[in-house]
């Protein structure tokens, strides 16, 4: 009998609770691993490289990563660094505590010129790793459906507030939610009411909705807004590699969004057919215009929104993974 494939994965953590890790972890490792052991390949994370084939490290380059991804070298096994944050542009820490500091800049460099194949989160990203490795593929964040099962309803459907007005909801980290100021007084002019979902409650200057991040309710909590929001701030590298799930993730149970034109975005909000990019206060104060006086067309953006993000549900993305590990253990 043929031994199954089987790919190492090390992560940053040793739990499994998605609540208490980076959502990259989960969403480029942990809900992989299912659809994978459906496709015939054998999965383990942080429990030694000597039997796998393929070692993927995701959210790890330091120096512990790079002893591990030596090892795996001189046993034979193919390495493949997942890249998740534009770690090839230096940009400081920015207000709120993130960003890229030379020292990422150099280990990934280092953990990139030892890996076999760089695996990249958006196609921004991939092409920065094109600089720096000769075999780099870009594989997006998906969006599971099994978890993500719901679908949004503009029927009259109690949400957030009932049936009216229309809501704007927001979701990621608190520090990050600092990029909603420029645009909180659009809202706030046109009485539209905004629900936050993050880990802990923002600091901001309007009053809106805080809803705890849980991993278990967050598909319920998505389809009871009426659109999806994500302004960013587009003049720094490390927003611009950016991928499509905080998006996304929305879109797939049909909530459209109105979004900055970063370059992931692109990808599935189709304006007029998923939601709207804005590029300028303007465009947002006509795309808030548009959405409050008129819910139909939210409704006929949902039925699209679903189409778009087909490709990027998990269990075709997983297929992706597969057919690359595959080449890489061949």
Not at 154 to 175: E, H, K, L, S
Not at 294 to 306: C, K, N, V
Request: glycine content about 6%; charged content about 25%; proline content about 6%.
């Amino acid at each position: 009998m043929t031994k199954p494939l089987s790919v190492a994965w090390s992560v940053p953590v040793n739990h499994s609770n998605y609540d208490r890790m980076p959502a990259s972890v989960w969403i480029r490792c942990f809900q992989l691993i299912p659809y994978l052991e459906r496709l015939g390949i054998r999965s383990t994370v942080n429990e030694g490289l000597a039997e796998a084939d393929v070692t993927v490290f995701v959210r790890m380059q330091d120096e512990t990563a790079y002893r591990l991804a030596a090892e795996a070298k001189a046993r034979g096994t193919k390495v493949a660094l997942d890249l998740c944050v534009n770690y090839f542009d230096e940009t400081g820490i920015v207000e709120g505590g993130y960003g890229v500091t030379r020292a990422h800049v150099d280990e990934c460099r280092r953990m990139v010129s030892l890996a076999d194949v760089v695996i990249a989160g958006s196609a921004f990203i991939a092409s920065r790793a094109r600089e720096f490795h000769a075999r780099v593929t870009y594989l997006p964040e998906s969006v599971n459906r099994e978890h993500f099962r719901y679908t949004k309803a503009y029927d009259g459907a109690r949400g957030w507030f009932g049936p009216a007005p229309v809501t704007a909801t927001w979701c990621g980290y608190a520090v990050k939610a600092l990029e909603l100021e420029p645009f909180l007084p659009l809202f706030a002019a046109r009485k539209i009411p905004l629900v936050i979902i993050s880990e802990r409650r923002p600091s901001l200057s309007v009053p809106f909705r805080f809803v705890r991040w849980r991993y278990a309710s967050l598909p319920r909590n998505l389809v009871r807004g009426d659109f999806c929001i994500a302004p960013r701030q587009l003049d720094s590298p490390y927003n611009l590699g950016h991928s499509l799930f905080k998006i996304g993730v929305f879109l797939a149970e049909g909530v459209p969004a109105l979004a900055s034109p970063v370059p992931s975005y692109r990808e599935v909000l189709i304006p007029e057919r998923t939601g709207l990019l804005c590029d300028s206060l303007r465009d947002w104060e006509e795309a808030l215009d548009r959405v409050r006086e008129d819910r139909e067309l939210l409704r006929r953006w949902s039925a699209e929104a679903h189409e778009a993000m087909r490709p990027y549900l998990t269990e075709a993305v997983a297929r992706r993974y597969a057919e690359l590990f595959r080449e890489l253990a061949s």
